[in-house]
């Protein structure tokens, strides 16, 4: 017993402590509990060997290092009551027990837990009860509990296991499609909806088997939605078991599929360019329902705020306002000037028509405050005084809407002197451009817009344009800042029920903590803004293409092309999900745990914006991600159109309808 002793000692230094598990708790317990108790017969030798071991029933004891792993990420603390998951040879809860004030373990092999029993009582473990069930409905009479710990694999996390954990309680558990191979989730509930989640690393268990597990012969057993994959599946395939197909765009039902996120406060939906004509038709189909069935009352698009007021007051029934042209006029004029928002804004008119006024959704932009116009004042300026500097500046707008990555540019900025000079006049420009904009806001009576607003704009404005001026990161948080704080301002105008759809590029939508541009560029976005702001109360769509064609310019200020999209890269997301062979799907990594996991690997995405260089495609449009972090749920269309612009000849002499974009 003396030689064991050493060797369990050796074991606790060597395996454990040197491979960074730091709470002296755990070293100590593991210390105390004699592991070659919980071996089957005839392997007491091989107790402290650095590996499982069978302990009948086609089960084993798990590896030393990943209980204490377990244990440790686990937090667990005295007087704490603990669930244990699979307890098998009843030696994880050993150790658990002499940490915690009382642990409960489910086993579903009446024969293992029994022999668990009498180890305990051999040993005098008394704070440890052995039941025998089906742990993924978790212990319900037990139930809350600090800390839960689940020694067998699943494909998902079984909602009663979260549900049982109190609020600050920890879940440990091993997660994922594959045969043999998890990954190991730590999973916070941080309030009464709200979940945290880390994942710590690959692991391999046996598989958990029961009524939210997997089912004896390798099929997921419980199922909250959709299809049922079974273990051992490629990406595309696991992604194919869970995707929710897509009915056709105009059926009542497409919108219905979105009903999930209807209780969220802010529902923002992204697009991977800003010319396809699928993203807008999915997004306006999804906004019709939010609007129509939800009491969604606020459509916030990244657009500048003049040129949606026109649209505004157009959908809301309000006097036009006396000297406003057509809204979106400026480049990129096909993003908002095209059929596809024609028609959803005609129907917010007529959906508008019939509610009181105060009820009306409005249409809001959420840009800094007429970026377009002061963009186009700076280049028509640097024409006329510094072409080269207007190149330039060409060039860096093209990085602003939205992420491009362009790195000739740095070496083309420093080229040009007459840029700096150009400074101070600009911005006097832009800050006219302003001061007018806004006085006729003022004007105007718009609630949206108030005094302290406008005094806000016009600190910030010179800041704004010097930062844009210069271009980079700071210009992007800037924009990134000011579109989220424009819709909480909107938020607040519009009462404490209002709600939003949010319309934005992917790489705003997006959670750009979880992208190239957060982790090398330290850019944020107004998805990030949201998730910490509402938590659980936003929540971020993503939208993706494998192929077909997009309206885009090759240069800021150049014309609108209809350009091919190359079909997506090998190694991208995009073409996972077009191996999945399906159309269009709706693909909500809340639901599925294991998909998530998959999904949260980096890889590469498509971000085409206003420009799309299809020569320089991977240098030009594709980072890094984490789709699933980014995420709460991605949209698929397999085959994409651009979208049709609507021209100055539009539709001639039917001028009321059009109105808003009327020429
Ligand atoms: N903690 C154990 C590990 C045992 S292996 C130890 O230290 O020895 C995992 C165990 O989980 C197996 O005994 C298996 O029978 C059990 N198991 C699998 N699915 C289960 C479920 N749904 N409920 C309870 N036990 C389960």
């Not at 837990?113 to 039941?131: D, K, P, T």
């Not at 309030?191 to 690393?201: I, Q």
């Not at 309000?318 to 129907?347: C, E, Y």
């Not at 008119?349 to 116009?373: K, S, T, V």
Request: hydrophobic residues 40%.
């Amino acid at each position: 017993m003396r030689d064991l002793t050493r060797r369990r000692n050796g074991m606790v230094d060597t395996q454990i402590a040197r491979r960074g598990i730091r709470d002296r708790r755990v070293l100590d317990a593991m210390r105390e509990v004699p592991r070659e108790a919980f071996v089957g017969a005839g392997f007491e030798d091989a107790a402290y060997e650095d590996g499982p071991l069978p302990i009948g029933e086609g089960q084993t004891i798990s590896q030393p290092y990943i209980v204490a792993l377990m244990i440790e990420a686990a937090e667990i603390r005295p007087g704490d009551r603990v669930l244990e998951v699979g307890a098998g040879s009843g030696y994880a809860a050993a150790v658990i027990s002499r940490i915690a004030g009382q642990v409960h373990a489910v086993e579903r092999h009446g024969s293992l837990a029994g022999s668990a029993r009498e180890r305990f009582s051999r040993l005098g473990y008394a704070n440890v009860l052995v039941h025998v069930g089906d742990g993924t409905r978790g212990w319900p009479d037990e139930a809350p509990f600090d800390a839960i710990l689940v020694s067998a694999g699943g494909p998902d996390v079984p909602q009663s296991l979260k549900q049982q954990l109190a609020i600050g309680g920890r879940l440990v558990i091993p997660v994922g499609l594959e045969e043999g191979r998890q990954t190991l989730l730590k999973v916070t509930r941080a309030g009464h909806t709200d979940f945290d989640e880390e994942s710590l690393g690959s692991v391999m268990f046996v598989p958990l088997i029961g009524e939210q597990g997997w089912t004896e012969d390798g099929r997921r057993a419980a199922l909250r939605d959709g299809p049922s994959p079974a273990r051992g599946l490629s990406l595309p395939e696991m992604i194919a078991g869970v995707a929710e197909p897509l009915p056709d765009l105009d059926d009542p039902s497409f919108g219905r599929l979105f009903d999930r996120f209807a209780g969220r406060k802010v529902v923002l939906l992204g697009e991977a360019s800003h010319g396809t004509s699928e993203f807008y038709r999915a997004r306006a189909a999804i906004t019709r329902h939010l609007v129509n069935h939800h009491g969604f009352n606020i459509v916030a698009v990244e657009a500048d705020w003049p040129d949606a007021a026109v649209i505004d007051r157009f959908v809301r029934h309000r006097q036009a306002r006396g000297r406003a042209g057509p809204a979106f006029r400026r480049f990129p004029t096909w993003m908002w000037r095209n059929t596809d928002v024609d028609s959803f804004v005609g129907w917010l008119r007529d959906h508008n028509g019939q509610l009181a006024p105060e009820q009306r959704a409005g249409f809001y932009g959420l840009d800094i405050y007429n970026m377009g116009a002061s963009i186009a004042a700076v280049l028509a300026y640097l024409d006329d005084v510094d072409p080269a500097a207007a190149d330039v500046a060409r060039h860096r707008y093209g990085c602003l809407t939205p992420w491009q990555r362009e790195p000739s540019d740095y070496g083309r900025a420093a080229l040009s002197a007459g840029y700096g000079k150009c400074e101070q006049p600009v911005i006097q420009q832009c800050r006219e451009l302003l001061s007018n904009e806004l006085a006729y806001a003022q004007e105007d009576g718009d609630s949206c817009l108030d005094a302290a607003q406008n005094a806000r704009l016009v600190a910030s404005a010179e800041r704004y344009y010097r930062v844009m001026y210069y271009g980079g990161a700071e210009s992007w948080n800037l924009r990134d800042t000011h579109m989220f704080e424009t819709l909480c301002q909107v938020l607040a105008a519009r009462g404490s029920e209002s709600k939003a759809v949010v319309w934005a590029h992917n790489s705003h939508v997006g959670d750009a903590r979880y992208t190239e541009m957060g982790i090398l560029r330290d850019e944020l976005s107004i998805g990030q803004l949201c998730r910490e702001h509402f938590g659980q109360d936003a929540a971020l769509i993503g939208f993706g293409t494998h192929s077909g064609t997009v309206a885009a310019a090759s240069d800021w200020e150049g014309e609108m092309e209809v350009k091919d999209v190359r079909p997506s890269r090998r190694d991208s997301y995009e073409r996972l999900c077009h191996d999945t062979g399906i159309p269009r799907f709706l693909l909500d990594f809340s639901r599925h745990d294991a998909v998530r996991l998959a999904l949260a690997e980096m890889r590469l995405e498509r971000f085409i914006g206003v420009i799309y260089r299809p020569e320089t495609e991977l240098m030009s449009h594709y980072a890094d991600a984490s789709l699933s972090r980014q995420f709460d749920a991605f949209v698929w269309f397999d085959e994409t159109r651009a979208v049709t612009p609507l021209g100055p000849e539009h539709r001639p002499g039917e001028l009321p309808e059009t109105y808003p974009f009327g020429l």
